[in-house]
């Protein structure tokens, strides 16, 4: 069963950082595009940033570029996003998602708040 | 960027009555490989997505055979050959083709 975990959400100061995590099981992580993808309270949804399998490309939404960063660890099957000078808009629910939304997440909320 | 439409914003059906959802994308949503990377989501109330329909018309596995996907180019359409209770959320076409990869605004559908 295909099980995806994030984890690093919280509460943070506009202008500040915040690294979320997600934990594949149940399927060959490294053989995987993967992708964050968020969800700002009552809104739908946005494609936030794409890692091609073995990390060497790697694709932002225009409102993210420069400040976020997608990497991977294929070794311990982990995907992360980098997140910096954070602003308001960026409150959301963000989510791990496979490929292009085969699977994901259950979500991890972000709040960027005074 | 690729701009997706969907109609109607909100849909209200009978319980075993049909439903379908237009979703209209800004270009043509054919791929070089010849692949058309459109997807239906499913969003029930306080879960994560879940993909129904992959590439227009092929089925997730567990998706009821009541959904069904169709068309090509820039129009597409979502059908429910009879609603259900269980069909209650928020539905998203997306597509796949072209980045940044996009989603349409959802389309609510209410079971009366």
């Known amino acids: 069963e295909v099980q995806l975990v994030e984890s690093g959400g919280g509460l943070v100061q506009p202008g500040g950082s915040l690294r979320l995590s997600c934990v594949a099981s149940?399927?060959?992580?490294?053989?995987?595009?993967m992708s964050w993808v968020r969800q700002a309270p009552g809104k739908g949804l946005e494609w936030v940033a794409n890692?091609?399998?073995?990390?060497?490309?790697?694709y932002y939404v225009d409102s993210v570029r420069g400040r976020f960063t997608i990497s991977r660890d294929n070794a311990k099957d982990s995907l992360y996003l980098q997140m910096n000078n954070m602003r308001a808009d960026d409150t959301a629910v963000y989510y791990c998602?496979?490929?292009?939304?085969?699977?994901w997440g259950q979500g991890t909320l972000v709040t960027v708040s005074s | 960027d690729v701009v997706m439409t969907q109609s109607p914003l909100s849909l209200s059906v009978t319980l075993g009555q049909p439903a379908s959802i237009s979703c209209r994308s800004s270009?043509?949503?054919?791929?070089?490989?010849?692949?058309?990377?459109l997807n239906w989501f499913q969003q029930r109330p306080g879960q994560s997505p879940r993909r129904l329909i992959y590439?227009?018309?092929k089925w997730d596995s567990g998706v009821p055979d009541r959904f069904s996907g169709s068309g090509s180019g820039t129009d597409f359409t979502l059908r429910i050959s009879r609603v259900e209770a269980e069909d209650v959320g928020i539905y998203y076409c997306?597509?796949?083709?072209?980045?940044?990869?996009?989603f349409g605004q959802g389309t609510k559908v209410e079971v009366k």
């Open positions: 149940g399927f060959t992580f490294s053989g995987y595009w």
């Open positions: 270009q043509s949503l054919l791929y070089s490989n010849g692949n058309t990377y």
């Open positions: 998602a496979q490929k292009r939304g085969d699977y």
């Open positions: 590439e227009v018309s």
């Open positions: 997306m597509q796949g083709t072209h980045w940044p990869w996009t």
């Open positions: 890692i091609k399998h073995d990390g060497s490309e790697e």
